[in-house]
């Protein structure tokens, strides 16, 4: 088994990317990461960690970024547009810069994160970049590994918000499951797959929750009563028409995916050891 020691980190100073940061450092490997501003970091001071200053969306700041790398790991993506980037500049096009420089340095593993069925959800803004992004990674040459995690738990935080207020709203009977994972235990997951000849692999957190389960922990994080709210089906439709037709792609892009991933179960292979209620009770005593 060869081991690829030199590893190019690219999206570390995102909410995944951290962690993945963490876990590398800790397990001794030498990384590279890239990031537009270095004075995010200062508080990484490492032997094993070099800090190139570089933008993913500008292929000319990236010449020989991949030189000496055996894997890159690329977390890069939004959620939001915002300044005045849109998803196809950074999850599709900024990917296509790191896939062009990995090729001509002749990197042997190339880790990209998408997401739980943005396979089946390409109508999606959200998903149309990213999984455009895999068809070119698959038909690189490149020996890859597509990376789909189920929802984070920081995107669960929208509950709380809820909750806050007192009542959770959800669409349909609230029984659609899910096992949102941490951003520590994924880390931990995506770091056990280097060298490993995976092609493509789900991953979610350890705990199987309905919509009501998760409504249910929010509102016990706060001491709030159980007030649950159903809305019809047709409301959560009409919503998703009405954003896509009156509202700018920034504003419907995370909206749209969050309600249509919420109409069904997405449940993937169970993985990691940090709760939900744990993250709740966290969030809450902030």
Request: contains cysteine; glycine residues 6%.
């Amino acid at each position: 088994m060869k081991h690829h020691n030199n590893i190019l980190l690219a999206g570390a100073t995102g909410y995944l990317g951290n962690y993945i940061l963490k876990v590398l450092i800790e397990e001794k490997k030498y990384v590279r990461i890239i990031v537009r501003n270095s004075k995010k970091l200062q508080n990484f001071n490492q032997d094993n960690l070099e800090i190139k200053q570089a933008e993913v969306t500008k292929p000319e700041t990236l010449q020989g970024v991949c030189n000496g790398v055996d894997t890159v790991i690329s977390t890069v993506g939004i959620t939001r547009q915002k300044d005045g980037l849109t998803y196809m500049d950074v999850d599709y096009q900024a990917n296509m810069n790191l896939l062009e420089e990995a090729k001509q340095a002749g990197v042997k593993q190339f880790i990209y994160v998408s997401a739980i069925n943005g396979d089946k959800y390409r109508h999606l803004k959200i998903f149309e970049a990213k999984e455009r992004f895999v068809d070119a990674l698959k038909s690189s040459g490149l020996d890859y590994t597509i990376v789909r995690p189920n929802g984070f738990f920081s995107d669960m935080k929208d509950f709380l918000q809820m909750a806050k207020s007192g009542r959770i709203y959800l669409f349909g009977n609230g029984n659609q499951k899910f096992n949102p994972i941490h951003g520590e235990d994924l880390a931990g997951f995506i770091y056990q797959l280097l060298d490993k000849s995976i092609k493509e692999v789900e991953v979610g957190g350890p705990d199987i929750l309905s919509l009501n389960d998760i409504s249910r922990l929010a509102l016990n994080a706060l001491n709030k009563p159980h007030k649950i709210t159903y809305l019809p089906d047709w409301m959560r439709k009409l919503t998703i028409w009405i954003l896509r037709t009156c509202t700018a792609v920034k504003t419907y892009g995370p909206i749209e995916f969050f309600l249509t991933l919420m109409a069904e179960d997405h449940v993937a292979p169970t993985y990691g050891n940090q709760h939900l209620r744990d993250f709740f009770l966290n969030e809450s005593n902030r």
